[in-house]
């Protein structure tokens, strides 16, 4: 599935990356608030959904590779956050919905894709 249906599913409420990031190729999604279970997820094309807002989730995510975060519960991306993600060319969504409806939406894309 590519990210821009996850965006358009989610209702994004910001976003920070690239203006062409939606077309990026999304295989797996991968949901935790433990960054200790997030450093040992070995999927391509993954996407993670956390509540957490600290800069250790981008380093978290640049160690393995994740192509996007999405920050639930319509928690504020700090600056720090932002500036790493652009030096490892990662996405950040930003969405008001709780963490499990967050799932439930991005499931009904992957279902449909």
Known sequence: MKLKQI???LEID???GPVDCGNLDINSVFTS???SDVLMCELENLLLITSLTTEQVIRSAGIIGIT???VTNNKAVTRGMIKL???QDI???QTRFPTYETCL????VMEAS
Request: glycine share 4%; no cysteine.
């Open 105 to 108: 939406r991005v499931g009904r």
């Open 85 to 87: 993600a652009e030096e």
């Open 68 to 70: 996007a975060v999405v």
């Open 7 to 9: 965006q358009e599913a």
């Open 14 to 16: 910001s976003l920070y």
């Open 91 to 93: 996405v950040i969504l």
């Open 33 to 35: 608030d433990l960054l």
